[in-house]
């Protein structure tokens, strides 16, 4: 069973679209998270959620909204994409709420924007 | 927010030698240093991890040392095999769901 599952895992598309990414994990964490690593490979946190409540989120343009209906899934919805927003988006979990624990990655979703 | 450095941004050595990899933070509040290793095309997984109540730790060929009043830790790895190569990053957190990583090192272990 995968733990931190995000699909797709491959995303096309053109300037201006609007594209959602899915997240869910089965591992009981409560602290759910999205990260954009670029082309030079920096992973930078976008959002943090914890128990479905928004934590963290690091001066991304509103265009992306996260939205989690339970704490098991955090979902990402991208509108007007650019061209910079070409990026693998990794989405994390981990056991909870101050605790610094170990993050659980998802696969990656490669974002292409053309 | 935290400002994490991380070096060198690359690393070559020949198999079976040591490998080295630093990084400094700026917040004196943070209290969790992970290091994680990832391979081409795949996803970062821990490979490592320690507290800051703790200066040092070890898991067979790989260790990590603090130095919280200098506020760095580095990443040993010793023996080192080609299935080494990877990119490495290091993170910081103060236990706030917030975790920052480096900017990454890759490295190559040549056979």
């Known amino acids: 069973d995968t733990a931190v599952s995000q699909t797709p895992k491959y995303l096309v598309t053109q300037m201006g679209n609007d594209k959602s990414i899915k997240c869910e994990q089965n591992?009981?964490?409560?602290?759910m998270y999205w990260y954009k690593q670029d082309s030079k490979k920096f992973l930078k946190i976008m959002f943090s959620?914890?128990?479905?409540?928004?934590?963290i989120n690091e001066t991304v343009p509103n265009r992306f909204s996260p939205k989690s209906p339970d704490k098991a899934h955090l979902n990402l919805h991208i509108n007007s994409l650019e061209l910079g927003d070409s990026a693998v988006y990794f989405c994390?979990?981990?056991?909870?709420?101050?605790?610094?624990?170990?993050?659980?990655f998802g696969s990656g979703t490669q974002l292409s924007v053309l | 927010g935290e400002n994490v450095e991380q070096h060198p941004s690359t690393l070559s050595v020949q198999e079976g030698d040591s490998a080295v990899i630093k990084c400094t933070y700026s917040?004196?509040?943070?209290?969790?240093f992970p290091w994680y290793k990832q391979e081409l095309g795949k996803r970062p997984q821990l490979i490592i991890d320690?507290?800051?109540?703790?200066g040092e730790k070890k898991d067979q060929r790989i260790a990590v040392t603090l130095n919280k009043t200098a506020k760095h830790f580095s990443l040993h790895i010793t023996e080192t095999q080609p299935e080494d190569s990877a990119v490495y990053f290091c993170?910081?957190?103060?236990?706030?769901?917030?975790?920052?990583f480096g900017a990454g090192t890759r490295l190559t272990v040549k056979p």
């Open positions: 917040d004196s509040a943070s209290n969790y």
């Open positions: 993170a910081v957190s103060k236990g706030n769901n917030d975790m920052r």
């Open positions: 994390a979990s981990s056991q909870g709420q101050f605790s610094g624990e170990k993050l659980f």
């Open positions: 959620y914890n128990n479905k409540e928004l934590i």
């Open positions: 591992l009981g964490h409560d602290t």
């Open positions: 320690i507290r800051s109540n703790v």
